[in-house]
């Protein structure tokens, strides 16, 4: 069975930096394009971020120039260096990995960015 974790999350100042890993087990395949999403509290989760197997990124406007989003096929694993952040990053960080026709999803890390 396929199991995304997510680490790397937790509490920060405004301006600070974070670096959110998810890792994919349970697969002898890579996965083939991975996407970052966040849900804030009372507010529709949201695209942050994905990459391609090829290594093509795209990014929300409201990240783009702060965030990166990076992987490592060798580790299965998906990365999203986040810098300059604002207390509007706040919420929950999930991690999607998708292989063939199925997408799998994170349990979600929490990310709180303080004023």
């Known amino acids: 069975q396929v199991q995304l974790v997510e680490s790397g999350g937790g509490l920060v100042q405004a301006g600070g930096s974070l670096r959110l890993s998810c890792s994919a087990s349970?697969?002898?395949?890579?996965?083939?394009?991975w996407g970052w999403y966040r849900q804030a509290p009372g507010k529709q989760r949201e695209l942050v971020a994905t990459i391609t197997s090829d290594g093509s990124t795209n990014y929300a406007d409201s990240v783009k120039g702060r965030f990166t989003i990076s992987r490592d096929n060798a580790k299965n694993t998906v990365y999203l260096q986040m810098n300059s952040l604002k207390p509007e990053d706040t919420a929950v960080y999930y991690c999607?990995?998708?292989?063939?026709?199925?997408?799998?999803w994170g349990q979600g890390t929490q990310v709180t960015v303080s004023s």
């Open positions: 999607k990995g998708n292989l063939g026709i199925i997408d799998y």
């Open positions: 349970g697969t002898i395949f890579s996965i083939n394009n």
